[in-house]
């Protein structure tokens, strides 16, 4: 599975970074192929590509705050969580979501 996400969080500081690393962890442990973009306190680092966007079959916003340049997203399955889910639960999370999309749905 391809996936992309955006992670963000109120003060965009240690749990935007800490979120990206956990999930890239379980994404990779299950065998998927993930690009992370994060919204910070310094503004977006590591901007997704508009073609990892293309080839993604899932969005995950892992944002506690509304994620800019949305609509970047159209067309696209978009898994919607706290950054917290991404910080404790990245494997349930990813988990979820392959059996979401296995079913013809992920949000």
């Known amino acids: 599975m391809n996936i992309a996400a955006v992670t963000a969080c109120t003060i965009g500081v ?3 970074y800490i979120a990206k ?3 890239i962890e379980a994404a990779q442990n299950r065998g998927h192929t993930i690009h992370v973009e994060t919204q910070g306190n310094i503004g977006i680092e590591e901007e997704l590509s508009p073609q990892a ?3 993604a079959d899932v969005i995950i916003l892992a944002a506690d705050i509304s994620v800019a340049k949305q609509e970047r997203f159209a067309g696209k ?3 919607r969580v706290s950054s917290a889910v991404a ?3 990245p494997e349930k999370l990813i988990v979820t979501i392959e059996h979401k999309l296995s079913q013809g749905c992920a949000s």
Do not use: G
């Open 77 to 79: 399955p978009i898994v």
């Open 53 to 55: 966007i293309q080839n």
């Open 21 to 23: 690393e956990k999930l």
């Open 14 to 16: 240690a749990h935007t």
């Open 87 to 89: 910080i404790k639960q």
